[in-house]
């Protein structure tokens, strides 16, 4: 029997019309909407479904978005193929996702962990327009070559590598400057692509500061309980299940490189042969087959 691995996608993975029909026919993916709204204060699934694109792309729009839309595809899949759910063995989730992995796995309840996310987007959104930063995808370098870059531009201003997503794709956060001068030297180089990402600012670097406090202090009062499947953890490609180290890894997140390859990997080391992508989009697909070409993986959009 097949051992089985959900993973959970991150901030990027939305698009402007997610989650309206599985709502339309999954009961329970609406309900999920309509407590998000109480919580939120808006109607999160209208947006969701007519945008605009603008206002669903704000970090502290996107980031709920996602948790809840991923948990919508979780009660699709509970309807269509309840086995799979319950064979589910381990979780991971890219940056955002992990968040969604926990709630999924009975770490934190739906409604602490949208509480959480809230305060979370609504924090790096404000830290990210303390400082102009950006990000951007940098494919076909290798990690020695591009970081050989970052060193030579050290005098544009602060950047580095935030996300290790596979083989080949290295994301560079930092401030405009310098993430715009990297990725020149980086197509001069060779890079076969680079990709600017939809995202309001550094994420994964030191210019997200202003925001631990203030996440800190939104996890320290959310109920934490040890995991009842293995989360792979973004900051150090590791299960944890006390909920004190839980609550320490989600901080340093935020700050930290996402370890999305070594946590990929872990997960393979531990035999996972089935994974699971729930939420919209397919781009953790797309990465695992550069990470293992030959690997069974199934997307349940929304």
């Known amino acids: 029997m097949a051992k089985v691995a959900f993973l959970f996608p991150g901030q ?4 402007v019309g997610m989650a309206g029909e599985v709502c339309q026919n999954v009961p329970a993916a609406k309900e999920l909407f309509d407590r998000a709204a109480e919580i939120l204060g808006y109607d999160l699934l209208d947006i969701c479904v007519h945008g605009p694109a603008e206002k669903l792309n704000a970090t502290d729009v996107s980031q709920p978005a996602l948790f809840v839309a991923s948990l919508a595809a979780v009660e699709k899949l509970r309807v269509e193929d309840p086995a799979l759910i319950d064979a589910c063995s381990a979780a991971a989730g890219l940056s955002l996702g992990e968040y969604t992995a926990l709630s999924f796995a009975g770490a934190i309840s739906f409604e602490d962990g949208l509480r959480v ?16 930063s950006s990000m951007a ?9 591009l970081q050989a870059i970052i060193r030579e531009s050290t005098g544009v201003g602060y950047a580095r590598i935030s996300n290790y997503l596979c ?25 076969m692509q680079i990709v600017p990402l939809a995202v309001a600012g550094a994420f994964h670097t030191e210019l997200m500061k202003p925001a631990e406090p203030l996440l800190a202090q939104a996890l320290a009062i959310a109920t934490i309980h040890p995991p009842r499947i293995p989360v792979i953890s973004n900051v150090d490609a590791k299960p ?27 997960l393979l080391a531990e035999g996972v042969d089935k994974f699971v992508e729930l939420g919209p989009g397919r ?20």
């Open 12 to 15: 990027g993975a939305q698009s």
């Open 117 to 132: 996310v809230k305060t979370r987007g609504e924090a790096m959104q404000a830290a990210a327009q303390a400082t102009p």
């Open 137 to 145: 995808s940098v494919i076909g370098l290798d990690q020695d070559s």
């Open 167 to 191: 083989p080949g794709n290295l994301v560079v956060s930092g401030v405009r400057e310098a993430v715009a001068e990297i990725c020149r030297q980086a197509e001069a180089a060779g890079a």
């Open 240 to 266: 944890h299940f006390d909920p004190d180290e839980i609550r320490d890894v989600l901080v340093k997140q935020v700050l930290g490189e996402v370890l999305w390859e070594d946590s990929i990997r872990h």
């Open 283 to 302: 781009v953790l697909a797309g990465l695992l087959r550069r990470i293992q070409r030959r690997t069974d993986i199934t997307s349940v959009q929304v």
